[in-house]
Protein backbone atom coordinates (compact mmCIF):
# COMPACT_ATOMS: atom_id res chain seq x y z
CA UNK A 1 0.00 0.00 0.00
CA UNK A 2 2.56 2.43 1.03
CA UNK A 3 5.18 1.51 -1.93
CA UNK A 4 2.58 1.94 -4.57
CA UNK A 5 1.29 5.81 -2.47
CA UNK A 6 5.33 6.51 -2.94
CA UNK A 7 5.50 5.12 -6.59
CA UNK A 8 2.40 7.68 -7.39
CA UNK A 9 4.86 10.46 -5.04
CA UNK A 10 8.05 10.12 -7.20
CA UNK A 11 6.30 9.88 -10.64
CA UNK A 12 4.27 13.46 -9.59
CA UNK A 13 7.62 14.77 -8.47
CA UNK A 14 9.09 13.99 -12.18
CA UNK A 15 6.92 15.74 -13.61
CA UNK A 16 6.70 18.43 -11.44
CA UNK A 17 10.79 19.08 -11.80
CA UNK A 18 9.92 19.10 -15.69
CA UNK A 19 7.80 21.50 -15.93
CA UNK A 20 4.78 22.61 -13.25
CA UNK A 21 2.20 22.57 -16.26
CA UNK A 22 3.67 19.27 -18.08
CA UNK A 23 0.89 16.52 -17.85
CA UNK A 24 2.11 14.94 -21.46
CA UNK A 25 3.99 11.72 -21.21
CA UNK A 26 5.74 10.06 -24.07
CA UNK A 27 7.08 6.60 -23.44
CA UNK A 28 9.95 5.80 -26.66
CA UNK A 29 11.70 3.20 -27.46
CA UNK A 30 8.99 0.18 -26.85
CA UNK A 31 7.52 -2.75 -29.02
CA UNK A 32 3.77 -1.61 -28.90
CA UNK A 33 1.17 -3.70 -29.96
CA UNK A 34 -2.20 -3.13 -29.85
CA UNK A 35 -5.55 -4.32 -31.61
CA UNK A 36 -7.18 -2.41 -34.34
CA UNK A 37 -10.45 -3.35 -35.67
CA UNK A 38 -9.29 -7.22 -36.03
CA UNK A 39 -5.58 -6.64 -36.45
CA UNK A 40 -2.81 -6.08 -34.62
CA UNK A 41 -1.29 -2.83 -34.71
CA UNK A 42 2.90 -2.36 -33.51
CA UNK A 43 3.82 1.25 -32.10
CA UNK A 44 7.67 2.09 -31.46
CA UNK A 45 5.95 5.45 -28.63
CA UNK A 46 3.36 6.71 -27.14
CA UNK A 47 1.94 9.67 -25.97
CA UNK A 48 -0.81 10.34 -23.24
CA UNK A 49 -1.72 13.87 -21.16
CA UNK A 50 -3.50 13.04 -18.05
CA UNK A 51 -5.74 9.80 -18.23
CA UNK A 52 -5.97 9.79 -22.13
CA UNK A 53 -3.93 8.43 -24.87
CA UNK A 54 -2.73 11.54 -27.64
CA UNK A 55 -1.17 9.66 -30.09
CA UNK A 56 1.31 6.03 -30.73
CA UNK A 57 4.00 6.69 -33.32
CA UNK A 58 4.98 3.80 -35.72
CA UNK A 59 8.73 3.45 -36.38
CA UNK A 60 10.51 5.53 -37.83
CA UNK A 61 7.99 8.38 -37.37
CA UNK A 62 9.95 11.51 -36.48
CA UNK A 63 8.41 12.37 -32.62
CA UNK A 64 8.82 16.31 -32.21
CA UNK A 65 10.57 17.51 -29.20
CA UNK A 66 9.20 19.53 -26.83
CA UNK A 67 10.28 20.53 -23.59
CA UNK A 68 6.57 20.32 -22.01
CA UNK A 69 6.67 16.39 -22.48
CA UNK A 70 8.01 13.91 -20.01
CA UNK A 71 10.10 11.67 -21.88
CA UNK A 72 10.84 8.05 -20.63
CA UNK A 73 12.88 5.63 -22.59
CA UNK A 74 11.27 2.20 -22.62
CA UNK A 75 14.59 0.69 -23.49
CA UNK A 76 13.30 -1.99 -25.87
CA UNK A 77 10.63 -3.29 -23.79
CA UNK A 78 7.08 -4.39 -24.73
CA UNK A 79 4.23 -2.19 -24.07
CA UNK A 80 0.37 -4.06 -24.46
CA UNK A 81 -3.14 -2.52 -23.29
CA UNK A 82 -3.43 -3.00 -19.50
CA UNK A 83 -4.81 -6.43 -19.45
CA UNK A 84 -8.61 -7.16 -18.00
CA UNK A 85 -9.63 -10.31 -15.77
CA UNK A 86 -13.41 -10.43 -16.67
CA UNK A 87 -13.55 -12.55 -13.74
CA UNK A 88 -11.79 -12.71 -10.42
CA UNK A 89 -13.25 -12.43 -6.87
CA UNK A 90 -10.79 -9.48 -5.27
CA UNK A 91 -11.84 -9.64 -1.04
CA UNK A 92 -11.52 -12.98 -1.58
CA UNK A 93 -8.04 -12.98 -3.14
CA UNK A 94 -7.19 -10.30 -0.28
CA UNK A 95 -7.89 -12.99 2.05
CA UNK A 96 -6.38 -15.18 0.49
CA UNK A 97 -2.86 -13.37 0.54
CA UNK A 98 -3.66 -12.86 4.60
CA UNK A 99 -5.18 -16.89 5.43
CA UNK A 100 -3.69 -19.86 5.17
CA UNK A 101 -2.39 -20.56 1.56
CA UNK A 102 -3.04 -24.14 0.95
CA UNK A 103 -2.61 -24.20 -2.90
CA UNK A 104 -0.63 -27.01 -4.05
CA UNK A 105 -0.58 -29.89 -0.88
CA UNK A 106 0.09 -33.18 -1.65
CA UNK A 107 -1.79 -34.95 0.87
CA UNK A 108 -4.36 -34.62 3.79
CA UNK A 109 -1.52 -34.88 6.49
CA UNK A 110 0.85 -31.57 4.74
CA UNK A 111 -2.67 -29.42 3.92
CA UNK A 112 -2.95 -30.14 8.29
CA UNK A 113 0.46 -29.27 8.98
CA UNK A 114 0.56 -25.92 6.82
CA UNK A 115 -2.19 -24.96 8.48
CA UNK A 116 -0.53 -25.70 12.17
CA UNK A 117 2.32 -24.03 11.07
CA UNK A 118 0.69 -20.77 9.74
CA UNK A 119 -2.04 -21.16 12.97
CA UNK A 120 1.78 -21.08 14.76
CA UNK A 121 2.71 -17.76 13.42
CA UNK A 122 -0.77 -15.93 13.94
CA UNK A 123 -1.66 -17.09 17.65
CA UNK A 124 -3.81 -14.37 17.77
CA UNK A 125 -6.57 -15.69 15.51
CA UNK A 126 -9.40 -16.63 16.72
CA UNK A 127 -10.88 -18.84 14.01
CA UNK A 128 -7.95 -20.41 11.73
CA UNK A 129 -9.15 -19.49 7.83
CA UNK A 130 -7.11 -21.29 5.06
CA UNK A 131 -8.02 -21.83 1.40
CA UNK A 132 -7.00 -24.07 -1.51
CA UNK A 133 -6.92 -27.52 -0.62
CA UNK A 134 -7.50 -30.16 -3.66
CA UNK A 135 -8.26 -33.69 -2.83
CA UNK A 136 -7.97 -34.72 -6.14
CA UNK A 137 -4.31 -34.15 -6.46
CA UNK A 138 -3.71 -36.56 -2.86
CA UNK A 139 -2.53 -39.96 -2.89
CA UNK A 140 -6.06 -40.81 -1.73
CA UNK A 141 -8.13 -38.61 -3.85
CA UNK A 142 -10.93 -38.75 -1.19
CA UNK A 143 -12.33 -35.91 0.56
CA UNK A 144 -10.50 -34.94 4.45
CA UNK A 145 -12.13 -35.82 7.86
CA UNK A 146 -12.60 -33.29 10.89
CA UNK A 147 -10.83 -35.60 13.16
CA UNK A 148 -7.30 -34.90 11.10
CA UNK A 149 -7.81 -31.41 12.43
CA UNK A 150 -8.72 -31.66 16.02
CA UNK A 151 -5.38 -33.75 16.89
CA UNK A 152 -4.00 -30.05 16.60
CA UNK A 153 -6.86 -27.92 17.32
CA UNK A 154 -8.99 -29.41 20.07
CA UNK A 155 -10.34 -26.07 20.77
CA UNK A 156 -9.97 -23.39 18.18
CA UNK A 157 -12.37 -23.32 15.02
CA UNK A 158 -10.89 -24.17 11.84
CA UNK A 159 -12.20 -23.55 8.24
CA UNK A 160 -10.35 -24.83 5.18
CA UNK A 161 -11.77 -24.09 1.77
CA UNK A 162 -11.03 -26.36 -0.96
CA UNK A 163 -9.77 -24.57 -4.11
CA UNK A 164 -13.06 -24.06 -6.16
CA UNK A 165 -14.38 -21.91 -3.04
CA UNK A 166 -17.48 -24.75 -3.36
CA UNK A 167 -16.57 -26.66 -0.05
CA UNK A 168 -15.59 -26.42 3.26
CA UNK A 169 -13.44 -28.66 5.94
CA UNK A 170 -14.01 -27.62 9.42
CA UNK A 171 -12.80 -29.34 12.52
CA UNK A 172 -15.35 -30.57 15.10
CA UNK A 173 -14.94 -27.13 17.20
CA UNK A 174 -16.38 -25.48 14.62
CA UNK A 175 -18.82 -27.77 13.86
CA UNK A 176 -19.21 -27.98 17.55
CA UNK A 177 -20.23 -24.01 17.33
CA UNK A 178 -22.26 -24.07 14.79
CA UNK A 179 -24.62 -26.63 16.31
CA UNK A 180 -23.35 -29.52 13.73
CA UNK A 181 -25.00 -32.93 14.79
CA UNK A 182 -25.99 -36.27 12.93
CA UNK A 183 -29.56 -35.06 12.91
CA UNK A 184 -28.35 -31.76 10.79
CA UNK A 185 -30.15 -31.01 7.54
CA UNK A 186 -28.11 -29.45 4.56
CA UNK A 187 -29.98 -26.68 3.04
CA UNK A 188 -31.18 -26.82 -0.77
CA UNK A 189 -28.27 -26.81 -3.11
CA UNK A 190 -25.69 -27.81 -0.26
CA UNK A 191 -24.48 -31.39 1.05
CA UNK A 192 -23.44 -32.65 4.19
CA UNK A 193 -20.61 -35.25 3.88
CA UNK A 194 -20.86 -38.34 6.33
CA UNK A 195 -19.58 -41.43 7.18
CA UNK A 196 -20.88 -44.59 7.16
CA UNK A 197 -23.31 -44.12 10.25
CA UNK A 198 -24.41 -41.01 8.96
CA UNK A 199 -22.00 -38.64 10.88
CA UNK A 200 -20.96 -35.45 9.71
CA UNK A 201 -17.51 -35.89 8.55
CA UNK A 202 -16.70 -32.12 8.44
CA UNK A 203 -16.77 -31.37 4.51
CA UNK A 204 -19.47 -29.47 3.84
CA UNK A 205 -20.57 -28.42 0.11
CA UNK A 206 -21.70 -25.66 -1.58
CA UNK A 207 -24.83 -23.94 0.03
CA UNK A 208 -24.07 -26.08 3.42
CA UNK A 209 -20.92 -23.96 3.85
CA UNK A 210 -23.14 -21.34 5.73
CA UNK A 211 -24.11 -23.37 8.06
CA UNK A 212 -20.41 -23.16 9.37
CA UNK A 213 -19.35 -19.74 8.09
CA UNK A 214 -22.35 -17.79 9.29
CA UNK A 215 -20.79 -18.11 12.83
CA UNK A 216 -17.39 -15.87 11.63
CA UNK A 217 -17.49 -12.47 12.60
CA UNK A 218 -18.18 -10.59 9.72
CA UNK A 219 -15.16 -7.86 7.92
CA UNK A 220 -16.07 -4.71 8.90
CA UNK A 221 -16.00 -2.24 5.85
CA UNK A 222 -12.97 -0.59 6.90
CA UNK A 223 -11.30 -4.25 7.44
CA UNK A 224 -12.51 -4.53 4.05
CA UNK A 225 -11.13 -1.98 2.19
CA UNK A 226 -8.07 -2.46 3.82
CA UNK A 227 -8.01 -5.88 1.93
CA UNK A 228 -9.17 -4.92 -1.05
CA UNK A 229 -6.96 -2.45 -1.27
CA UNK A 230 -3.92 -4.98 -0.79
CA UNK A 231 -5.45 -7.33 -3.44
CA UNK A 232 -5.24 -4.49 -6.11
CA UNK A 233 -2.41 -3.64 -5.78
CA UNK A 234 -1.17 -7.06 -6.37
CA UNK A 235 -3.16 -7.44 -8.99
CA UNK A 236 -1.59 -4.35 -10.45
CA UNK A 237 1.89 -5.88 -10.17
CA UNK A 238 0.57 -8.63 -12.53
CA UNK A 239 -0.45 -6.41 -15.08
CA UNK A 240 -4.21 -6.40 -14.50
CA UNK A 241 -5.31 -2.17 -15.32
CA UNK A 242 -9.01 -3.94 -15.09
CA UNK A 243 -11.15 -6.89 -13.19
CA UNK A 244 -14.68 -7.26 -13.09
CA UNK A 245 -15.16 -8.82 -9.26
CA UNK A 246 -17.49 -11.43 -9.85
CA UNK A 247 -19.84 -11.31 -6.97
CA UNK A 248 -19.86 -8.68 -4.44
CA UNK A 249 -22.54 -8.32 -1.58
CA UNK A 250 -23.79 -4.22 -0.73
CA UNK A 251 -21.28 -3.60 2.06
CA UNK A 252 -18.06 -4.99 -0.05
CA UNK A 253 -19.66 -2.83 -3.01
CA UNK A 254 -20.00 0.25 -0.52
CA UNK A 255 -16.09 -0.24 0.71
CA UNK A 256 -15.00 0.33 -3.62
CA UNK A 257 -17.42 3.14 -3.55
CA UNK A 258 -15.65 4.42 -0.32
CA UNK A 259 -12.27 3.49 -2.38
CA UNK A 260 -13.39 5.46 -5.54
CA UNK A 261 -14.17 8.34 -3.42
CA UNK A 262 -11.16 8.51 -1.82
CA UNK A 263 -9.26 8.13 -4.67
CA UNK A 264 -7.68 5.01 -3.54
CA UNK A 265 -7.96 2.88 -6.70
CA UNK A 266 -5.05 1.55 -8.36
CA UNK A 267 -7.20 -0.34 -10.64
CA UNK A 268 -10.53 -0.35 -12.22
CA UNK A 269 -13.41 -2.61 -10.62
CA UNK A 270 -16.58 -3.78 -12.21
CA UNK A 271 -18.38 -4.86 -9.35
CA UNK A 272 -21.21 -7.45 -10.13
CA UNK A 273 -23.52 -7.50 -6.98
CA UNK A 274 -24.32 -10.73 -5.78
CA UNK A 275 -28.07 -12.24 -5.51
CA UNK A 276 -29.10 -13.31 -3.41
CA UNK A 277 -26.85 -11.28 -0.34
CA UNK A 278 -28.18 -8.78 1.91
CA UNK A 279 -29.91 -5.52 0.98
CA UNK A 280 -29.40 -6.90 -3.02
CA UNK A 281 -32.96 -5.24 -3.76
CA UNK A 282 -31.83 -1.57 -2.14
CA UNK A 283 -28.86 -1.76 -4.33
CA UNK A 284 -30.24 -2.33 -7.37
CA UNK A 285 -32.96 -0.21 -7.08
CA UNK A 286 -30.41 2.82 -6.19
CA UNK A 287 -29.58 1.91 -10.01
CA UNK A 288 -25.77 1.90 -11.04
CA UNK A 289 -23.21 3.41 -10.64
CA UNK A 290 -20.12 4.89 -12.35
CA UNK A 291 -17.04 6.88 -10.75
CA UNK A 292 -16.30 9.99 -12.71
CA UNK A 293 -12.51 8.88 -13.35
CA UNK A 294 -14.17 5.39 -14.38
CA UNK A 295 -12.06 3.31 -11.91
CA UNK A 296 -15.62 1.99 -10.46
CA UNK A 297 -18.25 0.41 -12.18
CA UNK A 298 -21.51 -1.07 -10.84
CA UNK A 299 -23.86 -2.23 -13.77
CA UNK A 300 -24.30 -5.74 -13.41
CA UNK A 301 -24.85 -8.70 -10.84
CA UNK A 302 -23.62 -11.93 -10.63
CA UNK A 303 -26.13 -15.09 -10.21
CA UNK A 304 -24.78 -18.96 -9.49
CA UNK A 305 -26.62 -21.68 -11.26
CA UNK A 306 -24.94 -24.58 -9.84
CA UNK A 307 -21.60 -25.63 -8.26
CA UNK A 308 -18.34 -26.90 -9.42
CA UNK A 309 -17.27 -30.03 -11.50
CA UNK A 310 -13.99 -30.71 -8.89
CA UNK A 311 -16.59 -31.06 -5.74
CA UNK A 312 -19.42 -33.04 -8.17
CA UNK A 313 -21.85 -29.81 -7.93
CA UNK A 314 -22.05 -28.99 -11.71
CA UNK A 315 -25.53 -29.67 -12.88
CA UNK A 316 -25.71 -32.11 -15.46
CA UNK A 317 -28.60 -33.55 -17.35
CA UNK A 318 -26.77 -36.81 -17.15
CA UNK A 319 -25.09 -38.68 -14.45
CA UNK A 320 -21.63 -37.91 -13.73
CA UNK A 321 -19.31 -40.71 -14.98
CA UNK A 322 -17.74 -41.16 -12.28
CA UNK A 323 -20.89 -41.57 -10.04
CA UNK A 324 -23.63 -43.65 -10.74
CA UNK A 325 -27.38 -41.95 -9.75
CA UNK A 326 -26.02 -38.03 -9.27
CA UNK A 327 -26.23 -35.15 -11.29
CA UNK A 328 -24.66 -32.47 -9.44
CA UNK A 329 -26.66 -29.12 -7.67
CA UNK A 330 -28.65 -26.65 -9.27
CA UNK A 331 -27.96 -23.82 -6.51
CA UNK A 332 -31.66 -22.39 -6.70
CA UNK A 333 -35.23 -23.72 -8.05
CA UNK A 334 -35.43 -22.86 -11.89
CA UNK A 335 -38.65 -20.56 -10.54
CA UNK A 336 -36.08 -18.66 -8.05
CA UNK A 337 -33.25 -18.52 -11.00
CA UNK A 338 -36.20 -17.19 -13.48
CA UNK A 339 -37.30 -14.20 -10.73
CA UNK A 340 -33.22 -13.17 -10.22
CA UNK A 341 -32.78 -12.78 -14.27
CA UNK A 342 -36.09 -10.34 -14.96
CA UNK A 343 -35.59 -8.46 -12.08
CA UNK A 344 -32.23 -7.73 -12.83
CA UNK A 345 -32.66 -7.60 -16.47
CA UNK A 346 -35.80 -5.25 -15.84
CA UNK A 347 -34.10 -3.13 -13.68
CA UNK A 348 -31.41 -2.30 -16.60
CA UNK A 349 -28.55 -4.11 -15.29
CA UNK A 350 -26.23 -6.74 -16.93
CA UNK A 351 -26.83 -10.43 -15.82
CA UNK A 352 -23.85 -12.36 -15.60
CA UNK A 353 -24.57 -16.49 -14.20
CA UNK A 354 -22.12 -18.68 -13.24
CA UNK A 355 -23.21 -22.20 -15.01
CA UNK A 356 -21.09 -25.13 -15.19
CA UNK A 357 -22.57 -28.20 -16.01
CA UNK A 358 -24.45 -28.62 -19.32
CA UNK A 359 -27.93 -28.65 -17.59
CA UNK A 360 -26.98 -25.43 -15.59
CA UNK A 361 -26.05 -23.88 -18.68
CA UNK A 362 -28.93 -25.09 -20.97
CA UNK A 363 -31.40 -23.62 -18.06
CA UNK A 364 -29.35 -20.30 -18.19
CA UNK A 365 -29.77 -20.05 -21.59
CA UNK A 366 -33.25 -20.87 -21.90
CA UNK A 367 -34.06 -18.40 -19.04
CA UNK A 368 -31.84 -15.96 -20.84
CA UNK A 369 -33.67 -15.92 -24.29
CA UNK A 370 -37.08 -15.65 -23.21
CA UNK A 371 -35.93 -13.18 -20.44
CA UNK A 372 -34.36 -11.27 -22.91
CA UNK A 373 -36.90 -11.35 -25.45
CA UNK A 374 -39.22 -9.98 -22.93
CA UNK A 375 -37.10 -7.33 -21.18
CA UNK A 376 -35.55 -6.21 -24.82
CA UNK A 377 -32.03 -6.05 -23.40
CA UNK A 378 -29.97 -8.03 -25.62
CA UNK A 379 -27.17 -4.70 -26.02
CA UNK A 380 -27.36 -5.24 -21.80
CA UNK A 381 -24.53 -8.24 -23.49
CA UNK A 382 -25.85 -10.98 -20.51
CA UNK A 383 -23.35 -13.12 -20.07
CA UNK A 384 -22.23 -16.82 -18.76
CA UNK A 385 -19.40 -17.43 -16.10
CA UNK A 386 -17.30 -19.71 -16.81
CA UNK A 387 -19.64 -21.82 -19.53
CA UNK A 388 -18.09 -24.97 -18.96
CA UNK A 389 -19.35 -27.45 -20.18
CA UNK A 390 -21.77 -27.62 -23.22
CA UNK A 391 -24.10 -29.81 -25.74
CA UNK A 392 -22.73 -28.81 -28.64
CA UNK A 393 -26.00 -27.75 -30.01
CA UNK A 394 -25.77 -25.07 -27.00
CA UNK A 395 -23.05 -23.32 -28.19
CA UNK A 396 -24.18 -21.42 -31.48
CA UNK A 397 -26.51 -19.80 -28.95
CA UNK A 398 -24.40 -17.70 -27.71
CA UNK A 399 -23.73 -15.74 -30.54
CA UNK A 400 -27.44 -15.81 -31.37
CA UNK A 401 -28.57 -14.49 -28.02
CA UNK A 402 -25.69 -11.96 -27.73
CA UNK A 403 -24.76 -13.56 -24.70
CA UNK A 404 -21.04 -13.00 -24.02
CA UNK A 405 -19.05 -16.29 -22.50
CA UNK A 406 -16.89 -15.70 -19.72
CA UNK A 407 -14.38 -18.19 -19.87
CA UNK A 408 -11.20 -19.32 -17.64
CA UNK A 409 -8.46 -20.81 -19.40
CA UNK A 410 -6.65 -21.98 -16.68
CA UNK A 411 -9.69 -24.14 -15.42
CA UNK A 412 -9.22 -26.66 -18.37
CA UNK A 413 -5.36 -26.89 -18.22
CA UNK A 414 -6.15 -27.45 -13.99
CA UNK A 415 -9.30 -29.40 -14.44
CA UNK A 416 -7.71 -31.99 -17.18
CA UNK A 417 -6.94 -35.16 -15.26
CA UNK A 418 -10.02 -35.03 -13.57
CA UNK A 419 -12.63 -33.65 -16.40
CA UNK A 420 -12.50 -36.39 -18.41
CA UNK A 421 -13.36 -39.32 -15.16
CA UNK A 422 -16.05 -36.53 -14.22
CA UNK A 423 -18.52 -36.56 -17.46
CA UNK A 424 -16.46 -38.76 -19.97
CA UNK A 425 -15.35 -39.04 -23.67
CA UNK A 426 -18.25 -37.88 -25.21
CA UNK A 427 -19.46 -34.56 -23.21
CA UNK A 428 -15.66 -33.61 -22.88
CA UNK A 429 -15.94 -32.37 -26.67
CA UNK A 430 -18.29 -29.32 -25.38
CA UNK A 431 -16.11 -28.49 -22.33
CA UNK A 432 -13.83 -25.87 -22.24
CA UNK A 433 -14.38 -25.38 -26.12
CA UNK A 434 -13.50 -22.10 -26.38
CA UNK A 435 -12.39 -22.65 -30.29
CA UNK A 436 -15.60 -23.92 -30.82
CA UNK A 437 -17.46 -21.00 -29.63
CA UNK A 438 -15.24 -18.75 -31.35
CA UNK A 439 -15.96 -20.70 -34.74
CA UNK A 440 -19.46 -19.51 -33.63
CA UNK A 441 -18.70 -15.88 -33.29
CA UNK A 442 -19.09 -15.74 -29.74
CA UNK A 443 -17.61 -13.52 -27.59
CA UNK A 444 -15.26 -14.88 -25.47
CA UNK A 445 -14.29 -12.33 -22.28
CA UNK A 446 -10.77 -14.24 -20.41
CA UNK A 447 -10.68 -14.39 -16.26
CA UNK A 448 -8.90 -16.59 -13.87
CA UNK A 449 -11.34 -16.96 -11.40
CA UNK A 450 -8.96 -15.58 -8.94
CA UNK A 451 -8.50 -17.03 -5.98
CA UNK A 452 -9.56 -20.55 -7.26
CA UNK A 453 -6.41 -20.09 -9.94
CA UNK A 454 -3.42 -17.91 -10.21
CA UNK A 455 -4.47 -14.14 -11.17
CA UNK A 456 -1.67 -13.92 -12.89
CA UNK A 457 -3.13 -13.42 -16.54
CA UNK A 458 0.04 -14.37 -18.63
CA UNK A 459 -0.12 -18.10 -16.97
CA UNK A 460 -3.89 -17.67 -18.66
CA UNK A 461 -2.83 -16.77 -22.38
CA UNK A 462 -0.44 -19.16 -22.18
CA UNK A 463 -2.91 -21.64 -21.20
CA UNK A 464 -5.52 -20.30 -24.32
CA UNK A 465 -2.86 -20.65 -26.91
CA UNK A 466 -0.96 -24.25 -26.07
CA UNK A 467 -3.91 -25.88 -23.65
CA UNK A 468 -1.11 -26.60 -21.49
CA UNK A 469 0.37 -26.13 -17.58
CA UNK A 470 3.37 -24.70 -17.01
CA UNK A 471 5.28 -28.26 -17.29
CA UNK A 472 4.36 -28.09 -21.11
CA UNK A 473 1.82 -31.20 -20.42
CA UNK A 474 0.21 -33.11 -22.09
CA UNK A 475 2.82 -33.10 -25.08
CA UNK A 476 0.92 -30.94 -28.02
CA UNK A 477 -1.96 -29.73 -25.78
CA UNK A 478 -5.02 -31.16 -24.19
CA UNK A 479 -7.60 -31.14 -27.03
CA UNK A 480 -5.47 -29.29 -28.85
CA UNK A 481 -7.65 -28.27 -31.75
CA UNK A 482 -9.33 -25.86 -28.91
CA UNK A 483 -6.33 -23.67 -28.94
CA UNK A 484 -6.34 -20.05 -29.85
CA UNK A 485 -4.07 -18.15 -31.59
CA UNK A 486 -2.20 -15.65 -29.76
CA UNK A 487 -3.76 -12.74 -31.24
CA UNK A 488 -7.41 -14.50 -29.97
CA UNK A 489 -5.92 -14.98 -26.21
CA UNK A 490 -4.52 -11.36 -26.22
CA UNK A 491 -8.15 -10.47 -28.14
CA UNK A 492 -10.04 -12.10 -24.72
CA UNK A 493 -7.54 -10.15 -22.19
CA UNK A 494 -8.50 -7.21 -23.36
CA UNK A 495 -10.50 -5.63 -26.44
CA UNK A 496 -13.07 -8.12 -25.42
CA UNK A 497 -13.12 -8.25 -21.85
CA UNK A 498 -13.45 -4.89 -22.09
CA UNK A 499 -16.53 -4.98 -24.57
CA UNK A 500 -17.40 -7.57 -21.70
CA UNK A 501 -18.17 -4.54 -19.28
CA UNK A 502 -19.15 -2.34 -21.78
CA UNK A 503 -16.21 -0.13 -21.81
CA UNK A 504 -14.63 -0.95 -25.57
CA UNK A 505 -14.39 2.26 -26.20
CA UNK A 506 -12.46 3.15 -23.02
CA UNK A 507 -10.29 1.07 -22.69
CA UNK A 508 -8.82 -2.30 -23.93
CA UNK A 509 -6.68 -1.19 -26.83
CA UNK A 510 -4.73 2.09 -27.01
CA UNK A 511 -5.76 4.82 -28.95
CA UNK A 512 -6.14 8.44 -29.08
CA UNK A 513 -9.07 9.62 -26.97
CA UNK A 514 -8.93 6.09 -24.53
CA UNK A 515 -7.80 5.86 -21.60
CA UNK A 516 -3.84 5.58 -20.95
CA UNK A 517 -4.10 2.09 -19.46
CA UNK A 518 -1.22 0.06 -19.98
CA UNK A 519 1.79 -2.26 -19.18
CA UNK A 520 5.33 -2.50 -19.64
CA UNK A 521 6.89 -6.22 -19.80
CA UNK A 522 10.02 -7.57 -20.11
CA UNK A 523 9.34 -10.45 -23.12
CA UNK A 524 7.64 -10.15 -26.02
CA UNK A 525 4.70 -11.63 -25.92
CA UNK A 526 3.97 -12.11 -29.33
CA UNK A 527 7.68 -13.58 -30.44
CA UNK A 528 8.23 -15.39 -27.42
CA UNK A 529 8.46 -19.60 -27.48
CA UNK A 530 4.67 -20.23 -26.74
CA UNK A 531 5.76 -22.07 -23.76
CA UNK A 532 7.03 -19.37 -21.94
CA UNK A 533 4.47 -17.00 -22.07
CA UNK A 534 3.27 -17.55 -18.67
CA UNK A 535 7.22 -16.74 -17.54
CA UNK A 536 6.60 -13.15 -18.92
CA UNK A 537 7.93 -10.12 -15.89
CA UNK A 538 5.73 -6.79 -15.50
CA UNK A 539 8.03 -4.09 -15.57
CA UNK A 540 5.24 -1.54 -14.65
CA UNK A 541 1.51 -0.88 -14.86
CA UNK A 542 0.00 2.33 -15.53
CA UNK A 543 -4.00 2.96 -15.22
CA UNK A 544 -5.45 6.57 -15.85
CA UNK A 545 -2.19 7.55 -17.37
CA UNK A 546 -0.22 6.85 -13.78
CA UNK A 547 2.40 4.47 -12.90
CA UNK A 548 0.38 2.44 -9.78
CA UNK A 549 3.33 -0.56 -9.97
CA UNK A 550 7.07 -0.30 -10.57
CA UNK A 551 9.17 -3.35 -10.57
CA UNK A 552 11.82 -3.20 -8.07
ZN1 LIG B 1 -15.92 -17.18 -9.63
Given at each position: MNKFKALISIFILSIGSTSALAETTLIKNINGYTIEGTTLRQFSAIQFSGDHIDQLFDKGEVIQNSKNITIIDGRGATLLPGLIDAHGHVLSYGESLMTADLVGTSSQEITVQRTLDYANKNPSLTWIIGRGWNQVQWPSKTFPTAQSLDKHFPNKPVWLERIDGHAGWANSKAMELAGITKNSQAPDGGEIIRDDNGNPTGVFIDNAMDLIQKNMTPLTIKQQKKILLKAMNSLASMGLTSVHDAGVDSKNLQAFIELSAENNMPIRINAMLYLPSDGWQASLAKGQFHSADNMLNFNSVKIQADGALGSRGASLISDYSDHAGHKGLLLHDKKVLKKYIDVSMKAGFQVNTHAIGDNANKIVLDLYQDAIKESKTKSLRHRIEHAQILRLKDIPRFSELGVIASMQATHATSDKNMAVDR????RILGAYAWRKLLNANAVIAAGSDFPVESANPFFGLHASVTRQDKHNAPQGGWFANQKMTRLEAFRTFTIDAAYSGHQEKLIGSLEKGKKADFILLKNNYFTEPETQIWENTVLSTWVNGKEVYRKN
Open positions: IGNE
